[in-house]
């Protein structure tokens, strides 16, 4: 990603404009693209440094811009940690990150609005770990993912899912099957046909994933978020530990006045 707009046409779909985002006390780098009305969110993460660079993620970024979507991509792994096999296999670590963005870019977006994530590799995993504790995913997409490092979760991942894979990467398309079949909500595994070069590949897995994705938001229910009544934040007020901490000392000095 570049600090300046366009610098790497190439690589980059414009517009687009950089974004920090605290985790903990990571800084986590993102590149967000925001259409003026925008219809779904789609949280794009990767663990491998290769936003930039990798054609599956970007197309499927620009696709869905001009279909109305803001696409929030994001680097999980800072720079110096990218060949530290502890940090980038630690999916619950990184799912925390991830729903650090995830709660930054939440506070943007209209209540009830489709929110999707989506990774390659191990930040697959990351999202459907995360998608297993967080009731506001809408669904996941998995581009070439590794789903099975997700296993202690994936029965509880209710959202519906889209495994993508490649014909011929034998042991990956093995691990996604076996992933499908322990999911507990909807999913599918869609093989893209492989031909010579990677835009055939790209061209497919966008395809596939628009068309599904599309899908998810048809079915996605419009809810307003619900009201708080008065006497359900003066319920909060009481029965909250600072409160009760603040009257304490009063409530003490006034029992010993009256002994």
């Not at 936003?51 to 979507?69: F, I, N, V």
């Not at 925390?96 to 506070?107: D, F, N, Q």
């Not at 011929?168 to 079949?181: D, I, Q, S």
């Not at 006497?231 to 603040?246: A, E, M, Q, V």
Request: with cysteine.
């Amino acid at each position: 990603m570049s600090r300046h707009r366009g610098s790497v046409a190439s690589a980059e779909p414009d517009p687009g404009r950089e974004v920090w985002v605290w985790a903990g006390a990571k800084r986590l780098h993102a590149w967000l693209l925001e259409p003026p009305e925008s219809v779904a969110t789609i949280f794009l993460v990767d663990t491998h440094g290769s936003l930039r660079t990798d054609p599956r993620l970007h197309q499927l970024a620009s696709r869905l811009y001009s279909c109305g979507w803001t696409a929030c991509c994001t680097d999980l792994v800072l720079e110096r940690e990218r060949n530290d096999q502890l940090v980038c296999f630690d999916i619950p670590v990184l799912a925390e990150r991830l729903s650090a963005v995830l709660e930054h870019r939440r506070r943007q977006l209209s209540e009830g609005a489709p929110l999707v994530l989506a990774g390659r590799g191990n930040a697959a995993a990351v999202c459907l770990w995360l998608a297993a504790q967080h009731a506001g995913v809408s669904g996941v997409v998995s581009l070439s993912g590794r789903p099975h490092l997700a296993e202690p979760r994936l029965g509880l991942v209710r959202c519906p899912t889209l495994l993508l894979g490649v014909e011929g990467e034998e042991r990956l398309l093995h691990v996604n099957r076996m992933a499908e079949k322990r999911l507990a909500g909807r999913s599918q595994l869609i093989v893209i046909p492989k031909a010579p070069g990677g835009r055939a590949v790209s061209v497919g897995f966008t395809e596939a994933a628009c068309r599904w994705l599309n899908r998810i938001v048809a079915d996605c229910p419009r809810t307003a978020p619900p009201t708080r009544h008065l006497f359900d934040w003066t319920h909060s007020l009481l029965s909250s530990r600072l409160f009760k901490s603040l009257l304490g000392p009063v409530f003490t000095l006034l029992s010993n006045h009256w002994k």
